[in-house]
């Protein structure tokens, strides 16, 4: 049974830190690309970062360029997002994305909240 679970969530106060993990199971994770995605109310699901599979690759929307950083640990089956200067923009659910070469498995989402 395959699992993405995001936790890390909560809320910040702007210029805040957050680390997000998904922790992934069911699937043999070093194969898969990991991206995480976001989406505010009324938005559509935005990408937000991207890493490849041996963690050696990585690319961010303009976003959250010099604010967030992607990781990932193949050992432990888990992929993080490292997010610094949180700004209210950055409100949204936060989720975690695997993709393969013919399948991809999305997780249940963390809710960011940055408000002061």
Sequence with gaps: Q???VESGGGLVQPGGSLR????????????YVMNWYRQAP?????????IGRSGGTTNYANSAKGRFTISRDNAKNTVYLQMNS?????????YCHA?????????QG???TVSA
């Excluded at 997000?20 to 194969?31: E, K, N, P």
């Excluded at 009324?42 to 991207?50: D, M």
């Excluded at 949180?86 to 936060?94: I, R």
Aim: glycine share 8%.
């Design 110 to 112: 963390t809710q960011v």
């Design 20 to 31: 997000l993990s998904c922790a992934a199971s069911g699937f043999t994770f070093s194969t």
């Design 42 to 50: 009324g938005k559509e699901r935005e990408f937000v970062a991207f």
């Design 2 to 4: 395959v699992q993405l």
């Design 99 to 107: 993709a393969g070469p013919r399948e991809n498995y999305w997780g």
């Design 86 to 94: 949180l700004k209210a923009e950055d409100t949204a659910v936060y």
